[in-house]
């Protein structure tokens, strides 16, 4: 049996291509009865450098979410022989000729359309709404998610929910003094700081952070803001404020490490991966009480509500920074389940 996993997204480093590699690398590790190959895009595979074996790749010309891909993966497809596609994304070809199985992250068009134009956020209901009602099986990252997708597609959708929760990489763990040190000094980071780490899309609420943090007025204190994109240029900074384009893995486990807390004032999210990781590097969390949050943040964290006064006297308060994090999931256990999901489908 040969399953074909569109890997186009996993040379990102944004979150779904973060989960695209760890998946990936944790099936491959697996002894299933299958085997995979990977479908990539033209920007090559230096990312599977650390695969744990050498798959098959084929690379597709094809972007997402373009017109050619809607025949192109499907021709790969049928000459690939293969009997199950699985996207870890909504993202799935019109004319797949065979069954698949498909992720669902989040429905934030739906709920946020940002800056998005509109013929995109009609593209996206139609894509996503094709996928869900054609696929075996979805996968939903959160009992959020699978509430979302039962709220906006109904119960027959809904029966094909499976949740399965995204992990924690083992290198997020509580790193040593000497490593929060260095990694403070390389990135000139001076003093005591509160972490978030994210893009700065409209739901993401990062000027609400912002803005809190100024009016705490707290001494000798940083927020700093891990995050990339065009909307970062929107953002009114102030002193205090840093914001850092790219840090590599090993220095943002420094950073869960050495801050004060991991804070996110998000309006919606699917799952939120950074809690997770800043979790499992015994750091504690701030988080607005929307969308998945509340089913991931640890039991120690502080819930509010997603506003300037809100999060003003949460920077205010001490928090207390766990001693023996707890990760409640690893990619491991998130491939035994995927891999459970597509069994079945094969079956």
Known sequence: MLIAVDCRFAHKQVGLGRFTRELTHALLLREDPWTYVLIVGTEGVSWATSLPSQPRFVIASSRPYSFSEHWEIPSILRLLHADLFFSPHFNVPIFCPIPFVVTIHDLILHRFPNAAPFFKQRAYRMLMGHAVRRAKRIIAVSHFTADEIQRTFGSVVAAKVVVVREGVDPLFHKRSSLEQERTLKKLGIAHPFFLYVGNAKQHKNVQV??????????????????????????????????????????????????????????????????????????????????????????????????????????????????????????????ATSVSSVLQDVLS
């Open 209 to 334: 952070l912002i803005d809190a943090f100024v009016r705490a007025n707290l001494p000798a204190t940083e927020l700093v803001l891990v995050t990339a994109g065009r909307e970062v240029a929107f953002l009114k900074l102030h002193d205090g404020v840093q914001v850092l384009a790219s840090v590599s893995d090993e220095e943002l486990a420094a950073l869960y490490s050495a801050a004060r807390a991991f804070v996110t004032a998000s309006l919606y999210e699917g799952f939120c991966l950074p809690v997770a990781e800043a979790a499992a590097c015994g750091c504690p969390v701030i988080a607005a009480n929307c969308g998945a949050l509340p089913g991931v943040v640890p039991g120690h964290s502080l819930l509010i509500e997603p506003t300037v006064s809100a999060f003003e006297q949460a920077f205010k308060r001490s928090l207390k920074r766990e001693d023996v994090p707890v990760v409640n999931n690893r990619w491991q256990d998130t």
